[in-house]
């Protein structure tokens, strides 16, 4: 029995099924799934080699059905008897968020899918936000999934990004009044610096409720994934630190940016970058273009 618990956010790259229509994908055939498939099983058996154990919770995003997580979990799949939570959303690019946990952990007692509408005449199509609730060495534990809106063609969706992450403050401020502890988990297509993520973090008369370790990540140039040649830290776990430590009698809490060179460019020059499955409509037959977050929960 180790004395930590590790939970996971990885953004595995528009995974669609190989029979899917698929949004601007290049010859997406059974070859290329079934590799992708190896690919990111292989990233929680490197997971595992490094950290002593396998994550917990793996929360995932661009998942394109729910076929895709019933393959990541097969017979031969170190993560074989985990359960999947998932629900597919209204999203233009047909993707969306899942959870896969260890059942001998944890004891899942509710989820539900959480879409805000900022405007009714607008058709909502972006991926909803799944909020679990865990009991976790019998106490409730609550996590949420989220990808964000895109900053695609100019940021357009900013607005409507805001207003999520308004919405999810509020989830989280009653949440965490009833002193329950909380892990948000997630692309959030912004920066740690943001100010909308910022103003997450506290409640509205200026306490502080959540803690985001990527902000340090971020000021000290460590990267989640690359927009071009600049790197950004979009994936982040973010979380309760004071509930966590008090229930779960945690020592510490640590986080991750997982980019080990394994998940990494094999050429010289281009060796800081996640090794892809597509640059733009070139097929690189990588893992995915984010690296995957870790939060180790240290007993």
Not at 132 to 145: A, D, P
């Amino acid at each position: 029995m180790t004395n930590q618990e590790l939970f996971l956010f990885y953004n595995v790259e528009n995974f669609y099924p190989p029979n899917q229509e698929t949004v601007g994908f290049n010859n997406w055939d059974d070859y290329k799934y079934y590799l992708k498939i190896k690919k990111i099983t292989n990233v929680f058996r490197f997971v595992e080699e490094d950290f002593g154990q396998l994550p917990s919770v793996i929360g995932l995003a661009e998942i394109g059905a729910r076929s895709v997580l019933e393959d990541l979990i097969k017979e031969d799949s170190p993560i074989n008897d985990y359960e999947i939570i998932y629900e597919p959303s209204n999203d233009s690019r047909n993707l969306s968020v899942a959870l896969l946990f260890d059942k001998t952990k944890l004891i899942l007692e509710s989820y539900q899918t959480l879409k805000f509408q900022v405007d009714e005449e607008k058709e909502f199509d972006t991926r909803d936000i799944l909020h679990t609730e865990f009991l976790y060495q019998g106490k409730k534990l609550h996590i949420l999934v989220v990808h964000l809106p895109s900053k695609r063609n100019q940021d357009a969706k900013k607005a409507q990004r805001d207003y999520i992450i308004d919405k999810l403050k509020e989830t989280i401020q009653k949440l965490s009044d009833k002193n329950e502890s909380v892990i948000l988990m997630g692309d959030f297509n912004e920066n740690p610096d943001n100010e909308a993520l910022q103003g997450l973090l506290y409640k509205n008369n200026g306490e502080k409720i959540l803690s985001n370790p990527f902000e340090t990540f971020f000021k000290n140039n460590q990267f989640s994934t690359y927009h071009g040649k600049k790197g950004v830290c979009f994936d982040q776990i973010i979380y309760t630190e004071q509930s966590l430590i008090e229930q779960f009698k945690l020592s510490n809490i640590q986080a991750e940016i997982y980019n080990c060179p394994r998940l990494r460019n094999k050429d010289q020059k281009n060796n800081k970058y996640p090794h892809r499955t597509y640059s733009g409509s070139r097929y690189m037959g990588g893992y995915s273009d984010h690296f995957p977050v870790v939060l180790r929960l240290e007993k």
